[in-house]
């Protein structure tokens, strides 16, 4: 007979005051194989934890069941309290006796039985409660980070600086992402890409960083410690390892008019193209789509500029495995495009443009080298509209969060503007003005005051061209809501920054949970900010959720340190959950009849065949064996087992038939 | 024992009259294209054309499933219900075939050899036989070559024989059998002197049992069962059917703190009957099986409790999935 | 019917195979046959009477010996050879497969690809009685549905007829004989008759083939191929398979597509 | 059937661990109320959820099932959920078959977000099996040896 030990925790009053608890703990004090049943005010504190510990002891207890919040809360809590008294933890279970009953219940005699008949549920589980060891798997140390912006080169520098291989993967030709296409980064507004150069420089000579541009993840398998990543080269055309990077295909390339993606569309460029001056690698790539050859099949005219005889016509992707140990999700944001606005005119206007744009019209290396002229005839505008809030916290588009970034560069803006128009006048249309960060405040009140950027409480309702001009429609909501109409030469938007394209498809790929909004959702708002709900997957930066370069450069540190963290062991301590295919004595050997519907079923390829032999060494019968590293502990296989041949620990055939027909026996 | 003659409306009137004593009636109905023993209200139920029935009468005696006891556990005690022979029904079985009716001898032997079987013997006690002796036989029948025939009045109470009239010659065999003729005794008339056998079908012998015997005796070891056995699939059809098969399984049905222990029907043809728990099966391949069930009915039955654990009816050939005609069988054997 | 006999002795004889697993007469009709020598091939039969399943046999190692052996195999047991394949219960060098074409030809096949290219020129189809019955039964309301099919139920006792008949339960040991938890009640009653029946369609779905083996085997006369058989109709459009044509990447349960239907979930 | 006012339905609810048991914590947490007649039963996954389970549950006594998990593609272990739902739906057609009432078994994605989504479909299912009335026709059966009416006139 069971000796299982029960406690009933008040949690304060959160249980207590719907829930008779000393009424649950008489009651199930009587259930068979209950050798002890006590209640107590707080079970998770010390001297809860010290009656388990005791109860333990004194009774000889096989199994303890803590009736109190729920088990994603404190399992791990009571499950080592039990451990430390010399029961195995996993002869501990939770009754949720706070989220699942006293918390959505009214006090009640239904509440109470209810209560009770889910401590009995758990009582009859842990009766078929196996002791159960952990699980030890290896760790591979090295680390893959996803997405070569400031936040992966962050992550990647400071993984690699404590010794540990990194693997970093971008999608463009070169690293650098949203940062190296600023002009002037707030609140000192110092030059972008002379504080980030140096950084993508560091990570292309890094001794322990391989970098893969112009790559994208195919796949992920495998857990924590254990992955194994396929990752697309994608055909650069151009040999890297013998391309000098002169440039001297760019110079010939007959095709001049592709729109520069690195300028946001304001520059163009070339087929074979390197994005910026400073790219890393500084190698050109390709462009297939536009370019003459791959369209057309002639020109080649790169081939023959070309000395070292570096182009690749026929190159194809190459799909690589690399086996890491964890992974860093940098994989930034993106910004909606003056397309997405009706109301400011459907993307039509050429001097309507995104914050995006602007940065590159403000910096030196971009298409107008730093002179802020109209995409339309080239004129300095003399005024200029920056409207906030274009698609942010504005439920009807869909985005009804804050894009946290938007207050902070549009002061920049209006700011580097009036340095560089000196009798310009410039206005900004905004809802509220956040900005809250060190010297934040203070840049805002600077571009006021000193710049005199003219600052109007209010949404801009429409923007249209007359007569060569950009009519700006508003409101000055503190001046009464009175209509205000501007006569501009340019708009900018500060447009809403969104989730990056493809994030959905990459967080399926590699098992993460994502918001409505396809931001990654990290493992707990306030304590996991990094984390992943998959073990072994961090976040670093805007593909969280929009957050500016400080804030970004942060949390890529913190995600490298969890890496560190991981990396520090040779052995990772997993929780036995996983599938076991069953031994039995000859002639038997298994039940398993080698069907391997199982192999199908299984998501993470852990079902492997076993040849069962004799002693003569003659073949008795092929069963299934749970790879127990690869198992994650679904039960999808358990439940397809016609035979029942294969069960998973924590959660039997036994145990949960226990549970069930427990809730139903009177 | 006595003989006496009865007449169509004689038989409807008796029939009713024991529907009417209260007592349930067992008869064989023709339904779902099948005809099996069924309870009954009115002979116009009852089938008249067929051979015979899928299923014997076993299950009257020896149902399928049946609670041995049940048990509660309040505040600690624990409060026993034991099967109460009182709760048994009179029965009375309507037109069993002799070789049915026969078969309650060697169901009766097993469940009383060493312990008397409290269950079966109060079903036995309740039930009240009625035969109907055959006028018509198949293929698989073979009776007479197990020691009975199709006038064979063994297990029988009460005996008919179907005369072209539609009356019948009735032969009271036991006092249980008059208690049934005392319901309507007025029905019953004179013998008319017809005689039984000339309403028999003639069925011939197809095998010496004595030679069968002899033969099995040294067969424990022969490469017969295995030849036999191969298209067996270890199913338990024949078994189940048969009117001599008693093997059973003893069940809990416990759910909390109640439940029942419940005795079903079991077959030495399944490979599971005697699995041990270390995985060792005494009996693992199907001939071993095969040769169990032979061996039982025609060596060891009669070896051990002097009865034949088989009446002929051939079910077990009609029913088998694959073919497995025991009387094909046991011929090969007793020519060997 | 001469060739199949001919071939069948020249195989045992130059002992291409130890078996060749076919059908000769029964008492009332065709029954299995393991012919292991010539002289026994005289009594090979093959026609439309030959019905019983004889896949079932080839997963039983003690029958079929650790040689290559032969089977002969009308359509629907050349169905069930190709499920099996597919579960990997078979291997291609042990076996040979004889069946005779529409042309009385006899054909030969040794991998399930040739099994499959033959069977893909047949589709399977109801056949009257199946029609009747299953449109007896889709014609019922619910409530009609529970009481003819517990009506049916009540008379299984639990011989398993229809899991020995069935090539494809080849469990070493059935769910049935599970008993920690004892999933399904052992005993004969109308429930736990009931639960079994409704296991044993569940472990067919994306499996059955609609040999007809289950319910001609049933000695009591239950339809219970036509809950397998329905369940195959049914679930073939859903999953996105060809009734009677085995695919050969993984079962129809266990694999899944991203737009299986789920309007019934809330 | 009319709906029974007394009658308190017994549900068992079939839940994964990583979205609807963390969604009903959720619930909890919002201390958004719902009806007690719903237990709450843990699994690792949907796909881990054995057919047999939710037919054992109606023998025993239960008058309703709900068995959720978390959306399409938001499986924590990628695929559980739609290997679950391909064998809900032969599930459900198998039982339709064979007449059992399918409407007892309310299926649902809710996900460890969705904590109100969690409190009305409890609310809603027991509205239903409320209005569905005990599982008698199911229940009645389940300590049977033999049919109803077999020893008595039907």
Known sequence: MSKIGVFICHCGENISATVDVERVAREIGGMEGVAHAIDYKYMCSDPGQTFIKEAVKKYGLDGVVVGACSPRMHEPTFRRACAEAGLNPYLCEMANLREH??????????????????????????????????????????????????????????????????????????????????????????????????????????????????????????????????????????????????????????????????????????????????????????????????????????????????????????????EVGAVVLATGFDVKGTDFFPEYGYGQYKDVLTGLQFERLASASGPTFGEIRRPSDGAVPKKIVFIACAGSRDPAKGIPYCSKICCMYTAKHAMLYQHKVHDGESTVFYMDIRAGGKNYEEFVRRAIEEDTVNYVRGRVARVYEKNGKLIVKGVDTLLGGEQVEIEADMVVLATAGVANCGSEQLAQKLHVSYDPYHFFAEAHPKLKPVETNTAGIYLAGACQAPKDIPETVGMASGAAVKVAALFSNDELVREPVVAVVNRLAPPLYSTCVGCFMCETACPYNAIEHEEIKGRDGSLIRNSARVNQGLCQGCGTCVAFCRSKSIDIQGYTNEQVYAEVMSLLND | METKYISQSGIEQWFDAIVTSGKRVFAPVNSRGQVDFKPVKKLSEVAD???????????????????????????????????????????????????????????????????????????????????????????????????????????????????????????????????????????????????????????????????????????????????????????????????????????????????????????????????????????????????????????????????????????????????????????????? | MKKLRERAAELLSQGVVSLVLGYEEGTKRPRPLFCRNSVNAEKLIFDSRCIHNLAVYITKKELVGKERFAVTAPISTLRSIMQLFVENQLNEEKLLVLTVDLNGELREFTTFDEIAAYVAQFELKRGEREQELLSKIEGMTREERWKFWMEEMSHCFKCYACRSACPLCYCSKCVVEVNRPQWINPWPAPLANMEWHINRAMHMVGRCTACGACGDACPIGIPIDLITRKMMEDMAPEFGYIPGQPAKQGNALSTWKLDDREQFIR | MSSNTDFEPKIIAFVCNWCTYAGADLTGTSRLKYATNVKIVRFPCTGRIDFLLLLK????????????????????????????????????SVLDLMGVDIRRIQYSWVSAAEGSKWADLVNNTVADIRALGPYAEYQKVADYLEKEGYNEEA
């Open chain 1, 101 to 322: 009953c006293s918390w959505v219940h009214e006090k009640s005699e239904e509440t109470t039985e209810k209560a009770i008949d889910l401590v009995k549920m758990l009582v009859e589980k842990v009766k078929k409660n196996k002791p159960l060891d952990s699980i030890k798997v290896p760790v591979t140390k090295k680390a893959l980070v996803i997405g070569g912006g400031i936040a992966g080169i962050q992550a990647s520098l400071d993984i690699a600086n404590t010794g540990h291989k990194v693997i970093l993967v971008e999608r463009d030709p070169s690293i650098g992402g949203h940062m190296s296409q600023l002009s002037e980064t707030f609140p000192t507004l110092d030059c972008s890409q002379c504080i980030l150069t140096p950084r993508m420089v560091e990570v292309a000579q890094h001794p322990n960083i391989k970098l893969y541009t112009y790559a994208e993840l195919e796949s992920l398998e495998g857990f924590i410690g254990n992955f194994k990543a396929k990752i697309r080269l994608k055909a650069k055309s151009v040999n890297y390892s013998t391309c000098t990077g002169c440039g001297a295909c760019i110079q010939k390339c007959p095709v001049k008019k592709i729109p520069s993606e690195f300028n946001a569309g304001l520059g163009t460029r070339t087929a074979i193209y390197v994005p910026f001056p400073q790219a890393v690698p500084n190698k050109p790539v390709i462009d297939r789509v536009n370019c003459n050859y791959y369209k057309r099949g002639a020109c080649k005219i790169c081939e023959k500029t070309c000395q070292v005889g570096s182009i690749e016509w026929d190159k194809e992707d190459e799909i690589i495995t690399e």
């Open chain 2, 49 to 336: 054309e067929y051979i015979q029935t899928t299923q014997s009468i076993k299950a009257s005696v020896y149902p399928k499933a049946e609670v041995l006891f049940s048990y509660e556990k309040v505040n600690g005690k624990v409060n026993l219900t034991d099967f109460d022979p009182e709760s048994v029904p009179e029965t009375v079985l309507w037109k069993v075939h002799p070789c049915d009716a026969a078969g309650f001898k060697p169901l009766s032997a097993i469940f009383n050899w060493d312990t008397t079987d409290k269950l079966h013997n109060a079903h036995l006690a309740k039930t009240s036989v009625i035969s109907f002796s055959c006028s018509a036989a198949d293929e698989s029948c073979f009776c007479t070559s197990v020691n009975g025939s199709p006038g064979n009045t063994a297990g029988s109470d009460i005996q008919l024989t179907m005369l072209p009239d539609g009356g019948a010659i009735v032969e009271i065999l036991s006092p249980k059998g008059e208690a049934l003729v005392a319901l309507s005794p007025s029905v019953f008339v004179a013998d008319k002197g017809e005689k039984k056998e000339k309403y028999l079908v003639d069925l011939p012998v197809r095998f010496n049992l004595e030679e069968v015997n002899a033969k099995l005796n040294k067969a424990f070891n022969s490469t017969v069962w295995k030849e036999q056995s191969e298209r067996c699939l270890g199913c338990g059809a024949c078994a189940f059917v048969c009117p001599t098969c008693a093997c059973f399984d003893i069940q809990e049905d416990a759910h909390g703190s109640k439940g029942r222990r419940i005795r079903c029907w079991d077959a030495c043809g399944f490979a599971l009957f005697t699995l041990h728990t270390s995985g060792h099966n005494p009996r693992e391949h199907q001939s071993q099986r095969w040769r169990q069930r032979i061996l039982h009915k025609f060596f060891y039955m009669p070896e051990r409790l002097s009865v034949v654990g088989c009446t002929g009816c051939g079910r077990c050939s009609r029913a088998c999935p694959v073919d497995m005609n025991i009387l094909e069988h046991i011929t090969s054997i007793a020519k060997q």
């Open chain 4, 57 to 92: 549950s109606f023998a025993q006594g239960a008058d309703g099932v709900i068995v959720s998990g978390c959306h399409p593609n938001d499986c924590h272990y990628t695929s559980g959920n739609f290997h679950a739902r391909r064998r809900w739906i032969a599930f459900r």
